[in-house]
């Protein structure tokens, strides 16, 4: 059954990142990614709150003070076992439901996201996301489910697959957790299109995405994304060959 009450987005963060290390903090439009990431996550209507999970590595020793700087929770934990961490993430803030989202999705749209939270609210499920069945573009990524479930997620498996991928455990248990995805419209309905932040092809790409769009409007969404795109055909070459790391 869904829960209700305090709504927080986790944000999963850390600078040791296997193939491009420190991305979390590369800089787009004077900003770093992260801090561009915040600030599209503030314009998410639901949301009572902002919580970057990260290590306790001092090499997140500046996730650390970007927090600070942007007036956004921070919480430190495990590298490992992610899992934990949201959740102590979330308890810290006093969230009673998690939009569970990563770092490497700093062009995430806030409309979708506020659709995810909404369809959880009234569907009364315990799992909701836009990834069960992939139709928006990698990078919009966004799941939401009570803190009570995770916790009781953390009870019932140490494997290090479910420890590492902190939502794997409940979408691969449809016999425990009620579950329901959100398609994207048609017009948004690109599951190939990578616009997430793993490469040095990939921050090319957002890159120039944020040099485009973010001077003018700010707070574009994903449909002014792909109709950059559209018009110009060159920028999806940066990064079109690069082969994503599934779970």
């Known amino acids: 059954m869904a ?3 305090k709504i927080v987005a986790t944000i999963e963060a850390r600078m040791t990142s296997s193939r491009l290390p420190g991305k979390v903090l590369m800089s787009a439009v004077g900003k770093p990614m992260l801090e561009l990431m915040v600030e599209r996550l503030t314009r998410v209507p639901s949301l009572a709150g902002i919580v970057i999970a990260t290590t306790v590595n001092d090499s997140d020793d500046p996730v650390v003070e970007l927090a600070d700087r ?5 919480y430190r934990g495990s590298e490992p076992d992610v899992l934990q961490r949201v959740l102590d993430a979330a308890r810290s803030v006093d969230a009673d439901v998690i939009v569970e989202t990563t ?14 939270v909404q369809e959880y609210l009234v569907s009364h499920v315990d799992y ?9 573009p990698v990078g919009m990524d966004t799941q939401v489910f009570a803190t009570d479930i995770l916790a009781d997620v953390a009870s019932r498996t140490m494997d290090a697959a479910d420890r590492e991928h902190v939502s794997l455990y409940i979408y691969r248990h449809p016999e425990i957790y009620s579950l329901k995805n959100c398609p994207g419209p048609e017009e948004l309905t690109d599951p190939g299109l990578g616009l997430t932040l793993d490469t040095p092809e990939d921050f090319q790409l957002i890159g120039r995405i944020f ?9 574009f969404d994903l449909a002014d994304i792909l109709d950059l795109l559209k ?11 690069v082969r994503r790391k599934h779970v």
Do not use: F
């Open 128 to 136: 909701v996301s836009n990834i069960l069945e992939r139709t928006y």
């Open 70 to 74: 942007l007036g956004v929770g921070c």
């Open 211 to 219: 040099e485009a769009l973010y001077p003018t409007n700010p707070a």
């Open 103 to 116: 770092g490497d999705c700093p062009l995430i749209d806030p409309a979708l996201v506020e659709t995810c």
């Open 231 to 241: 018009g110009q055909p060159d920028l999806l070459a940066l990064n079109h060959h």
């Open 3 to 5: 829960a209700t009450g």
